[in-house]
DNA sequence: CGTCCACAGGAATGACGGGCGG
DNA sequence: CCGCCCGTCATTCCTGTGGACG
């Protein structure tokens, strides 16, 4: 989580594990050498991106991807690379700018951090978006610079912000004598495109790049080349790979999910004092992600949102139709004593849960019996029950019989 | 082959609270 | 510090829709 841990601490701990060499190589903001089964990725942006070495402006790049299918890193990957380039070649043109914008999700706060990497110093506060932007313009003319920016997750800026900075940049090349600015853009959303003005569309997706999910295989591959330099020799046990491979392949292929399934299994076998990772050590990993993530999501979600949740767990994880759910959330509701939001609500704090991939939902046609969406929680519903048991607004009512 | 079910989900609007610029 | 703006949660009203049934 944090990028600032204790050297000191970290060192010894690691010393002291039986288990790791070398945890933060599991950890996802951890950019590998090698980054199996992406060769086309990164060649293909590295083709795009080459330009710029003959001061030419790059196209604008897309690159969507579903989470763990190594966008980040094979940009980061790519551009690291581009540096080291320049860097021999004396090519003194060249900038890059990485930022998320689940952090950076603001104009100015993008604004600054791309005048930063051209090393323009700023304040955090105090100045105008519109003279942050001219500062940000007088810095690339003056420079002469190609700014590469990258603007990860980049679906968050626009939720918050719209698209007018996305557009602004797009343009700021006709308005520049000198420097030139090249976007990509990443995200996970597949819905992102279509809420963009037309024009920051067509620029932004100049160039568009897909990523596809790993296959177990894959994802074995990405693991085994990680592990050798995260554990100590002979620490994982037979099948311990594989099974983190396919937990993860079954959860489309995110290979986020299968280094953390595999870190948190070592860190379990490490509190435990042992000295060797074992499948069951997987199996708890798993349990012990998911209990994590329902907390954290429970604890943004709004609170019909969690009795929704709570509803389809009590219900063993599992509605065939939106409107069998309205009728037993409100139930709950009123067991609690709360007033019941409308069904058209339920209905958005179910695509809510959706997109944050909690549940599932599918949308059933059963003709003359109309058409309702089935929803399928994507966790243990006994698991979610005992998270909430936390919630004092929600937990006095396990005291009653019906609900236990 | 048209109807009509049981919702999906868009649009407009409002209450409320927090943050930000002046 | 105040007023304004904006995001979030929620309501009301609404139009759209795939296919089993008659």
């Avoid at 010393?15 to 996802?28: A, C, E, G, W």
């Avoid at 980054?35 to 690159?63: D, Q």
């Avoid at 100045?127 to 190609?146: H, I, N, P, Q």
Wanted: hydrophobic share 40%.
């Amino acid at each position: 989580m944090s990028d600032e841990r204790d050297l000191v601490f970290d060192t010894l701990e690691r010393m002291s594990s039986d288990i790791f060499i070398d945890r933060d190589v599991l950890r996802p903001d951890y950019v590998p050498e090698v980054l199996p089964h992406r060769e086309g990725e990164i060649k293909r942006l590295t083709e795009v991106l080459a330009p710029i070495l003959r001061r030419e402006r790059p196209s604008n790049i897309f690159i969507y991807g579903l989470t763990g299918t190594g966008k980040t890193a094979v940009v980061r990957y790519v551009l690291r690379r581009f540096e080291d380039y320049a860097r021999r070649k004396r090519l003194s043109h060249i900038a890059v700018a990485y930022l998320n914008c689940r952090h950076e999700d603001t104009t100015y706060r993008v604004l600054t951090e791309l005048a930063r990497s051209l090393g323009e110093r700023l304040p955090f506060t105090g100045l105008s978006t519109a003279e942050v932007f001219k500062r940000f313009k007088e810095a690339l003319d003056a420079t002469g610079k190609s700014l590469i920016a990258v603007l990860d997750e980049i679906d968050f800026l626009v939720k918050k912000r719209g698209d007018e900075l996305l557009y602004r940049l797009t343009r700021v090349n006709s308005e520049l004598s000198k420097g030139k600015v090249s976007l990509i853009g990443i995200t996970n959303d597949v819905r992102f495109m279509e809420v963009l003005d037309p024009r920051v569309k067509s620029s932004l997706g100049e160039i568009e790049i897909v990523f596809s999910p790993y296959d177990a295989d894959q994802l074995r591959d990405i693991l085994r080349e990680r592990a050798v330099k995260a554990f100590k020799n002979g620490v994982l046990e037979e099948g311990v790979i594989d099974y983190c491979a396919s937990i993860a392949a079954r959860e489309h292929g995110d290979a986020r999910r299968a280094l953390d399934l595999l870190r948190v299994a070592g860190e379990i076998a490490e509190r435990e004092g042992r000295r060797t990772v074992s499948v069951e050590d997987v199996r708890r990993a798993r349990e012990e992600i998911e209990r994590d993530m329902i907390v954290d999501v429970s604890k943004t979600l709004p609170f019909h949102g969690k009795l929704v949740l709570l509803v389809v767990a009590l219900a063993g994880g599992r509605f065939d139709s939106t409107g069998d759910l309205y009728i037993k959330y409100r139930e709950l509701a009123k067991g609690l004593g709360v007033e019941p939001v409308t069904q058209r609500r339920v209905s958005d704090i179910i695509s809510e849960l959706d997109m944050l991939g909690i549940v599932t939902t599918k949308i059933i046609n059963r003709g003359r019996y109309g058409k309702t969406r089935e929803v399928i929680l994507n966790a243990e519903p006994n698991a979610l029950i005992k998270a909430f048991k936390d919630d004092p607004r929600i937990s006095w009512i396990f005291g009653n019989s019906r609900y236990r």
